[in-house]
């Protein structure tokens, strides 16, 4: 059985950082690539950012309106993605998704996701 | 890229059929055969319902078909159900490694 458990999110104030975890399990970690999903309160569905499966480190893409503040990562030791968050904004506050791509490096659909994590950007 | 476009409610009587449109440009649903679509359950992680256009993964239910005409996708769910009432979120593929979600559609079952 796929799971994704995220951790890591809270309360930061404005210009903090964050970093979320994601924990894997239930399928073959390396082979696919993950990504995160964020969702404000009372709003859609957003793409953030994914990583492509790999032997070491893998391929990142950004959604322009997080490129150059956030870093997504993986550590396929430890079945493990990562959401590294710069610089908060107000407008960053939202339940963050990881998700499980379907494929190893195309951007297509999510097949599982976790129960999310909840960011709060305020002062 | 600009968030696909859904009506943000639909609704039906049970055993009725409802269709969802998701309209977007040749630059993301018109060019590629990558729209999905998901359930979201109130509190709840969006859920996958219909990949690639009109693939239905395994268990979710026949009642639950999609379709792309041009820039438009649509889900249509037959024989509608107290438990089909969510919020549903089509995404496609938009180009250069992006993906881009609709603005997401409420379903109610009357």
């Known amino acids: 059985e796929v799971q994704l458990l995220e951790s890591g999110g809270g309360l930061v104030q404005p210009g903090g950082s964050l970093r979320l975890s994601c924990s894997a399990s239930?399928?073959?970690?390396?082979?696919?690539?993950m990504s995160w999903v964020r969702q404000a309160p009372g709003k859609g569905l957003e793409w953030v950012s994914s990583?492509?499966?790999?032997?070491?480190?893998?391929?990142?893409y950004y959604a322009a309106s997080v490129r150059g503040q956030f870093i997504i990562s993986r550590d396929n030791s430890k079945n493990m993605v990562y959401l590294q968050m710069n610089s908060l904004r107000a407008e960053d506050t939202a339940t963050y998704y990881c998700?499980?791509?379907?494929?190893?490096?195309?951007?297509?659909?999510?097949?599982?996701w976790g129960q999310g994590t909840l960011v709060t950007v305020s002062s | 890229q600009s968030a696909l476009t859904q009506p943000p409610s639909a609704s039906g009587s049970p055993g009725q059929s409802v269709t969802i449109s998701c309209t977007g440009t040749?630059?993301?649903?018109?060019?590629?055969?990558?729209v999905s679509w998901y359930q979201q359950h109130p509190g709840k992680a969006p859920k996958l319902m219909i990949s690639?256009?009109?693939k239905r993964p395994s268990g979710v239910p026949d009642r639950f078909s999609a379709s792309k005409s041009g820039n438009t996708a649509s889900l249509t769910v037959s024989a509608l159900q107290a438990e089909d009432e969510a919020d549903y979120y089509c995404?496609?593929?938009?180009?250069?490694?992006?993906?881009?979600f609709g603005g997401g559609t409420k379903l109610t079952v009357l």
């Open positions: 998700a499980k791509d379907a494929y190893y490096n195309r951007r297509s659909h999510f097949d599982y």
């Open positions: 239930g399928f073959t970690f390396d082979n696919y690539g």
């Open positions: 990583i492509s499966g790999s032997d070491s480190g893998g391929d990142t």
């Open positions: 040749s630059s993301d649903v018109g060019g590629y055969n990558y």
């Open positions: 690639e256009v009109n």
């Open positions: 995404c496609s593929y938009a180009g250069s490694n992006n993906l881009v």
